[in-house]
């Protein structure tokens, strides 16, 4: 088992930086990928950034350049530091993780992002 708790959402204004950050515990050798979800009212879940075990990153294209996933040495907390944000990024964030070796996923409560015009 993991479990994942979000921190550092909240209202910011168009233009404006949050940093959220997902701090991991239990099983978390088992871990292989993390990353951050968002989901605004109406919409589907999408992807925002991941990071492998190796270090390897991956953002979503309405984010990249504005957005960055990192993860603390100790492989126990994630973050996004979130700049330029923008109306459109008004969404919850959700911590996920993938575990091996039967590809358990694993999610956060998610914490609220709003982004102000």
């Known amino acids: 088992q993991v479990r994942l708790v979000e921190s550092g959402g909240g209202l910011v204004q168009t233009g404006g930086s949050l940093r959220l950050s997902c701090a991991a515990s239990?099983?978390?050798?088992?871990?292989?990928?993390m990353g951050w979800y968002r989901q605004a009212p109406g919409k589907q879940r999408e992807l925002v950034a991941h990071?492998?075990?190796?270090?390897?990153?991956n953002h979503a294209d309405s984010v990249r350049g504005r957005f960055t996933i990192s993860r603390d040495n100790a492989k126990t907390t994630l973050y996004l530091q979130m700049n330029s944000l923008k109306p459109e990024d008004t969404a919850a964030y959700y911590c996920?993780?993938?575990?091996?070796?039967?590809?358990?996923?694993?999610w956060g409560q998610g914490t609220q992002v709003t982004v102000s015009s």
């Open positions: 239990g099983s978390i050798s088992g871990i292989q990928v």
């Open positions: 996920h993780a993938l575990t091996r070796p039967y590809n358990l996923n694993y």
């Open positions: 990071i492998t075990r190796d270090g390897s990153t």
